[in-house]
Every structure is written in structure tokens, then in C-alpha cells.
């Protein structure tokens, strides 16, 4: 049994046992930026969309138009969050220093501590070369000049497949103490969510343009670490991304052979030598980051054998008689429009106005089809994730708590009665009334389950396939025009002891806020000052 399963337990029962350090105060005047800086660098201004917007059409591949559509409406900053609401924060939102700024993809804290870079080969809109996106300034900041997918590639190993074939990846890595600086041993589960959140935003905005989003994640993390210029046990490499580029050969196609081959047995002498300037005077090093760090490493030799993960699935789901579900109705805008909507609600929820059950039916769908989508998983494999779903108010279901059948499309009554003392009795924070929301959805994996399939490994897709989820989630509702909410301040054991779960290893890692907002809420609109 390696360290993930240690990590695992800890994380699941830290609201009755806490995890060390436990006397930690962030220092939040020495905190870090959010996000990299290489001053050094020269940044490059991604191209804006067209005055009519980005086709709404299937294109072939990705173009540096549509990359930086992706880049912009996922970890770009598309709007400064002033509305009035009650996360512990908003006294200092006011002050630009202090400012809170909207983005596509959800993060832990708002922290936003994925770094992206693009190891653009032949045939791209670039010099080859290795570039590390700037949301802040939406553009790339130039770290090495040459052409380095060869590196990616040896990196990613032989049995990587087409995603061995391609002429430009997405490299994402984790500066841990972006986000360690606040939540210190536990940040290690919150990044590895925070990741499955990105790709899955990228999945929903690439397909409406007929792209995928296929994330490896077993690969030689060493080594790109090397290429990157960064400590391993500062910054980890948690996925590689190819992308499918529009004119470059089709695998299979001579031109691609003739690229793989030439970079097949590509040096590794290149490595980025411009740093990030770290903006924090002190930077603390916590003995169980490192450790569930070193034991999550990636090794392309370890990648798993397609159909590991099957012994890994989710339980059927059980219960009383189901509960027919209606068809979910149709999302009124597209994707992109709904991750620029996407926020969360905290504290504004209003339970005089229920959701309706066609509502809460989209949501559930559309969580349940949801996966992190790596080499690990069979296409066409049973899910990791089963839904369960805490009914507050919505229209049609009586309150209580429920087991979700998406192969039927049902709720199954697991246990009756307004769950919503128990919900805010076991919340930590204050920040939400949980039983205003319409529902509460709380996806659970059996993560041990996944680590005895895949090794420690298995701990990053845990948290990526929770974090793609939630990402859904929150996309959903704002397709809808629903509030949503999702946190991780609960205790773990009581929610597995309410749903009936105590004693099996299927572990609610995140609890999920669905419902109406109170009408007409204070906002400020930054856009017109």
C-alpha cells in the first residue's frame, strides 16, 4: 500500500482529525501571485475574437484564434468580481490590489495555481519554442526558442499512442505553493482538482467546435520538470494535453512518420532558463505535500493497461423505488457564453424559488457523463463517479437525500426528510446557507479502489475526475441561469454515514450547491466605470 492511501484517509477524515500543521495561519500579506512571472520574458498578445466571434462550425483542428478563445474563457480574467455576497473576502475586494477576477474554469480558494504552457512545434502560427500562458495579460510569454515536442514526446513514452504523434501539446504544471500557502497540506487535493477543472473546461469549449481534449497522464514528469526549469518538488507536471492542429498531417500520414521519427530520439538538453520571481518573502515546505508529491510522480513505464480501471468502477446505485426524472430541457446558450457567466453564488441563495426537476435532471445528467477522459480509461468503460443528490426544494421531489441511476434516469430515495440541518451542521464555513440551495450533489469515486488499480498515480485522476465534474456542474447552471456552489469545508465521514456509505470505499469528496439566487442582487459593474 503506498502513500496515496495514507494521503487518501487523512484527506477523508480531516474534519474530525486535523491534518498537520494544525496551528497553520496563512500569512496573506506575504502571499504569491496568481500566477507565474518571468520578467525576462517577452510576451506575445494572443490574438482577440473576431468582431463577429469565433464560427460556430466544426474546424478540422485547433488555430491560434481558437487556442486563444480556449486560453481566454478557461484561465483568462473576463470580468472583476464586485457583486455583494458572503465569502470571507469581500471587504477586500474593492481594493485593486485585493481584486477578485472572474474566470471560466472554477479553482479552490480562487486560487488559480495551474500554470500552462505550450510546446509549439512545426507547422503551428509560432517559432517553435516553449511558451507559458499569461492570464493576466492573455498572451504567451516566450521561455525557449526551438522546437522541444520531441522532448514531450520521449517523455510521454511508446505506448502513448496518437498523443505520441502530435506537433503540439499543452504542458500543465502545479506551483505548489500558489496554493499551499493557504491551504498547506491539503493543497495537494485541492490542485489535483484543480486541473481535471481545466481540461474539462477545455472539453466543453472545444467541442463545440468538433475538437477533443484527450489529457495523458502517465508520462516521465522528470524530465519535462527539467525541460520546464522548475524543482519537482516545488512544481509538479500533472498532464500533457495534444492538440489536434488544424494543417498539420493526419496520423498516418507521411509527413506526421517523418516528425515522430525525426524526434524519436530527441536530446534532453533543452531547458527553460528564464525563473519565476516568486513574490512571497518566505516560502514554507510541508512534510506531507513532499511526500504525497514524490509518491504521485509520473513514470511513463507505469502507465496502466487500458481496462484497469474497470475493477475501479462505480457502484450500481441503490435504493428505494426510483423516481422518474423529465428529460433535461435544452441549454439556452452555448458553452462559451456559460463559462463567461460562471460563478459562485456564496450566500445568495433563495429557497422561495425552487428548482424545478427538469433543472436539477440537466445537472445530474450531465455530471454523470462526465469524465477526466485520460489514457487510463477505457472508452466506452464504466464511470468512476456515481451522483448523489440532498433534495432541499425542487419542484415535484420531496426533500431528502437520493441515489441517481443515469442509465435509467432516476432519483433512488436513499433516506427521506429535509436533509437541510444536516447539511449546515456539517458545513464548516459560512459563507453558505446550504439549505436555501434547491440540492446538494455530492459525486463520490471509490479512491482507494483507484489506487489499488493504478498505483499512487491514481490520486491525481481521483481529484481530476472530482474536478472535471464540478466543472460541469458549475457550467451547467450557468447555462441554465441557476446559482451553484461548490465546496470542500465539510466532514467526509458524516456525509458517507448519512448516504449510507460507512464501512464501502466510496468517498464524497465534494459537495456540489445548486439553486435560484435572490433576485436583483448588489453588483458592480466594472466594465462602465
Known sequence: MGYAHVYAHEIMHRG??????????????????????HPAAETLPLPAAPPGGLPGRPAPGFTLPLLSGMLLDSYGLTGRRLAVQANTDLAALPHYTHANWSRGTASGGGLYPVAVHWAAGPGGPLTPGLYHYAPHQHGLRRLLTGDVTGQVREALGAAAGEAARATQYLVLSVKYWQNAFKYNSFSFHAVSMDVGALVQTWRLWAAQYGLRIDPVLWFDEDRLARLLGVAPEEEGVFAVVPLTWEGAPAPGDSGTDDAAAAHAAAPDA??????????????????????????????????PAPGALDTAAAFPPRGADPLPLPEPPAPPVTAGRALRERRSSFGRFDASRPVTAGELAAALADCAATGYGTEAERPGGPPLTALYAFVNHVEGVAPGAYAYDPAAHTLRPVKPGPPGPFLQRNYFLSNYNLEQAGAVLVPTVRTTAVLDAVGDRGYRLVGGTIGAVAQTFYTTAAALGLGAGVALGFDNISYAEELGLAGSDEAALLIMLLGRERPRPADFRHETA
Open 16 to 37: 474530525r482529525v486535523p491534518m498537520e500543521p494544525v496551528d497553520f495561519v496563512p500569512d496573506w500579506a506575504d502571499r504569491p501571485r496568481k500566477a507565474k512571472f
Open 270 to 303: 533543452a531547458a527553460v532558463r528564464h525563473r519565476d520571481v516568486e513574490r512571497s518573502r518566505r516560502v514554507l515546505v510541508f512534510e506531507t505535500l513532499l511526500r504525497i508529491h514524490e509518491a504521485t510522480a509520473g513514470r511513463a513505464a507505469d502507465r
